[in-house]
Every structure is written in C-alpha cells, then in structure tokens.
C-alpha cells in the first residue's frame, strides 16, 4: 500500500533534485536519531512473558501489527529508499507503470515472507542467544542506521552542497 503512495502520488512530486535531497535530508537525520538511540540503549533487552493472554491471541497480535504497519509514514520512505538505492548502483535504469507495480508486488511479497521468516526463526533462536549475544545484534544494528543515515546524508549534500 505504502509502496503504491510512494510510487504514483509523491514520487512525481519527488522527481526535482532539490526536493529529494531534502527528503535524503531528513531520512538521514531519522536514521541518525534512531541509531544513536539505539547505541545508547544496547544493553536493554526485551523480553515477554508467553503467558499473556493477550499475546497469544493471533487475532490481536496481527491487527495491532498491521495498524503499526499502515500508520508508519516512515514504510514510504523504505519504499523511495530502496527505489533510490537500486538507481543507485544502476539495477533499474527506466521504471514504466507495469515494472513500478511488478517491483512492488515482488517487493511486498518479499518484506512479508521475509517478515514471517523472521518471526519464526527469532521465535526458535531466542531459546539460544544469551544477553550477551542479543547486546551485540543491537550493537551491529545501530551501527548499520548510521551507515544508512550517512548514506543519505552524503547523497543529500552532493544536491544540496
């Protein structure tokens, strides 16, 4: 859904040089927030309780991770974001109306089976990862949102600068 905004309502808007460095701009700032956040708060783990009633109603648990998903403005930056990464390092040179919605079905497709994927293997993994282990994952995470956020910022500047 996120994906189609993305590609036929704002990507026409985000065709002029400036408007996408500014919108590189704030990507990066997100990302550098969010990965210093999390280098700040490594040593928090999460954790639950399999005995919530509520956690294991699927009903409850797919429509509170769906309305998450489909309130997260940030899903149309991923979008652009990976649009704009593939032109990039030149995957896609032109992008017609059919390749727009194949890419996005392909990719809708892939985010939720690799969701699904996901799920299940931290379900079973986490029976094996220590503390010590899971700070590390979040270590490695923060430091992957600041080499995206300067990313971005590098691409922003080389419009704005």
């Given amino acids: 859904m996120y994906g189609f905004i993305a590609f036929f309502g704002i990507a026409p808007f985000l065709k002029s040089e400036f408007v996408m460095s500014i919108f590189w701009l704030g990507a990066s700032i997100i990302l550098f927030i969010l990965g210093i956040y999390t280098l700040l708060h490594y040593k928090k783990t999460f954790s639950v309780s399999a005995q919530c009633d509520i956690i294991k109603n699927l009903k409850v648990s797919f429509i509170t991770g769906f309305s998450l ?11 652009l974001a990976v649009y704009q ?27 939720a089976s690799y ?13 094996f990862l220590s503390e010590k282990i899971e700070k590390r994952i979040n270590i490695g995470l923060g430091i992957a949102l600041l080499v995206f956020g300067l990313y971005f910022l590098i691409r922003s500047l080389h419009v704005l600068i």
Avoid at 85 to 111: R, Y
Avoid at 119 to 126: E, G, Q, R
């Fill in 85 to 111: 990464i593939q032109k990039d390092i030149g995957l896609i040179v032109s992008f017609n109306t059919i390749e727009k919605v194949i890419f996005l079905l392909a990719g809708g497709l892939g985010i």
């Fill in 115 to 127: 969701l699904v994927t996901l799920t299940f293997i931290l379900k079973w993994a986490k029976k």
């Fill in 69 to 79: 998903a489909v309130t997260n403005p940030m899903m149309i930056f991923w979008w």
